[in-house]
């Protein structure tokens, strides 16, 4: 019996309105992702990989086309509904980090799960620092962000990432702002992620980050080359 793939998408379009003539960013892409790869999605500047991942995660609304996740139509929920499918099935990874500075690490890594109503308050706490020890940095559970480097940041968006157990985690250039040696240690923090079973789609221009992946699609000029 043949398995479903995990993700589909299908002649997927993104036009965004402008003058003089409206921005084509993406045209037509077919994807499939099986459940447990790692994939990467390179390409140049303005190629449309930070488009491509937030129609993927209903971040932005695409113009034609569908979305599968998990058997989920992302292409036909409303705004209120992708949220909620956003919270508890996908973790996403920013370049920036965006953790919030007025709260601690730990705080940071227990709001998603605040927000879904996921677990009990001494569940959350538990799972929080749970995930920062998994990704090295539970030394530091009551700092502010402020108060550790930016790799040790990265480390904490990916267990925020993480809070709800989503079964996909999409990255968007979480190295881009990172010497070579500590995006290497946040590489290996991904890898050890889909050896437990989860599907990652991670988003680089860098060579180097690329080699780790399962597998590579090139985009350009918001098609799959």
Do not use: C
């Amino acid at each position: 019996m043949q398995t479903q793939p995990f993700i589909t998408l299908k002649n997927v379009n993104k036009t965004y309105p402008g003058q003089p003539r409206p921005v084509v960013a993406l045209k037509g892409i077919d994807l499939q992702v099986d459940r447990g790869e790692f994939l990467v999605i390179t390409g140049k500047s303005g190629a449309g990989k930070t488009t491509l991942v937030n129609v993927l995660t209903g971040l932005d609304r695409m113009t034609g086309g569908e979305i599968w996740v998990e058997g989920a139509p992302v292409h036909a929920l409303g705004q209120e509904k992708v949220a909620k499918w956003r919270g508890q099935t996908v973790g996403v990874v920013f370049q920036s980090f965006e953790l919030l500075l007025t709260l601690t690490l730990l705080q940071n890594v227990m709001l998603p799960m605040d927000f879904a109503g996921r677990y009990t308050r001494r569940q959350r706490r538990q799972r929080a620092l749970h995930l920062l020890e998994q990704v090295g940095i539970a030394e530091h559970a009551r700092k502010p962000p402020t108060a550790i480097s930016g790799g040790q940041q990265q480390r904490v968006a990916i267990a925020r990432a993480l809070a709800n157990d989503p079964a996909l985690i999409v990255a968007d250039e979480p190295t881009g702002s990172l010497d070579s040696a500590t995006a290497a240690a946040v590489m290996d923090v991904f890898e050890v992620l889909v050896t437990q079973g989860k599907t990652i789609i991670l988003v680089t221009h860098d060579k180097d980050v690329a080699k780790r992946a399962t597998r590579v699609v090139t985009l350009v000029d918001g098609e799959i080359v």
